[in-house]
């Protein structure tokens, strides 16, 4: 009887290495990370004539999916059966195939979700495992000056409320089912983070063609991720200033107490993020329809 493939589920602040996780993972034998997509916190939220819609659910996860993914709109259609896990499955094993990997040999699906990490439901409701990863904040803080998305989290007091509500959802998930580790411990860490989610380390692909490879033509600041693992946060912490490390240690310090009871701005957040993903979902499908639909 063939093995059942296993899911994962990435969640960490961004800027916390999640990719450079994701792409370690993926070199993995028998394991398999598709493009960063919230797309399984999506499942969870939408309602039941969204769910019914094959063509709309695939532009849902094209909508979702914020670096190029190999499967067309109609390829990503063909996967939207059954209940959440059966369709993230199908996804992972789509991707699989695209990226030329034998589907026999996959026996897990990684997806990196960062971004709306509060929306528990649809993984929830999986036999999904979570990896938290976290990474020194002082580093997570200095990367915001250097991607334009950071820009809203500059100010020290905003970054540590943010970085707290994020905390917050990781709180909230069944602590069997989360394996929680530092950037710092990669890739030593990799062994024993494989036997968590249940799956032998059988070594390296020979040959394989990466989604994150894809993700790095896109994305500047991917550019080395698939690339041998290199940590050089000392250097970049070196980037802050002394009164901008007394500052965000101050925020970090007057946010902690706050972090129980910022459910409702991770909630927020997370809502937020629909409008957007609904709006690109709507121009995958025009685009996908000739503007017909």
């Keep these: ?3 059942k493939v296993k899911l994962a589920y990435i969640l960490s602040l961004p800027r916390s290495g999640s990719t450079v996780l994701s792409a370690l993972l993926d070199r993995k034998k028998g394991i398999v990370s598709p493009p960063e997509s919230s797309f399984p916190q999506v499942l969870g939220v939408i309602g039941k004539k969204e ?3 094959k063509r709309w659910l695939a532009a849902l996860y094209q909508g979702s999916t914020f670096v190029p993914t190999p499967l067309s709109l109609e390829e990503a259609a063909a996967c939207m059966d059954g209940d959440s896990e059966e369709i993230l499955t199908s996804l992972g094993m789509a991707v699989a195939a695209k990226l030329n990997r034998d589907p026999t040999s996959i026996r897990l699906i990684v997806w990196k979700t960062p971004r709306t990490v509060g929306m528990h439901k649809a993984p929830l409701s999986t036999s999904g495992k979570f990896v938290v990863l976290r990474r020194n904040p002082h580093n997570v803080f200095e990367s915001q000056f250097r991607v334009a998305f950071g820009e809203n989290n500059r100010n020290p007091y905003r970054f540590a409320v943010f970085r707290e509500s994020y905390e917050n959802a990781f709180a909230r998930l069944p602590r069997d089912r989360v394996f929680e580790m530092d950037y710092d411990s990669l890739p030593d860490a990799i062994p024993l983070l494989q036997s968590f989610l249940g799956v032998e380390n059988t070594g390296e692909w020979e040959q394989y063609t990466a989604s994150l490879d894809m993700a790095a033509r896109e994305c500047s600041h991917m550019a080395n991720v698939t690339a041998a693992f290199e940590n050089t946060d000392p250097q970049k912490r070196a980037n802050l200033q002394p009164e ?3 500052s965000l240690e101050l925020a970090m ?3 902690r107490p706050l972090r129980k009871f910022l ?4 909630a927020f957040y997370d809502r937020q993020s629909m409008g957007p993903i609904r709006d690109r979902a709507r121009e995958a499908l025009a685009q996908s329809s ?3 639909d």
């Design 1 to 3: 009887m063939a093995q």
């Design 51 to 53: 769910r019914a819609d």
């Design 244 to 246: 901008q490390i007394a």
């Design 253 to 255: 310090k007057l946010a």
């Design 263 to 266: 459910g409702p701005v991770r």
């Design 290 to 292: 000739g503007g017909q």
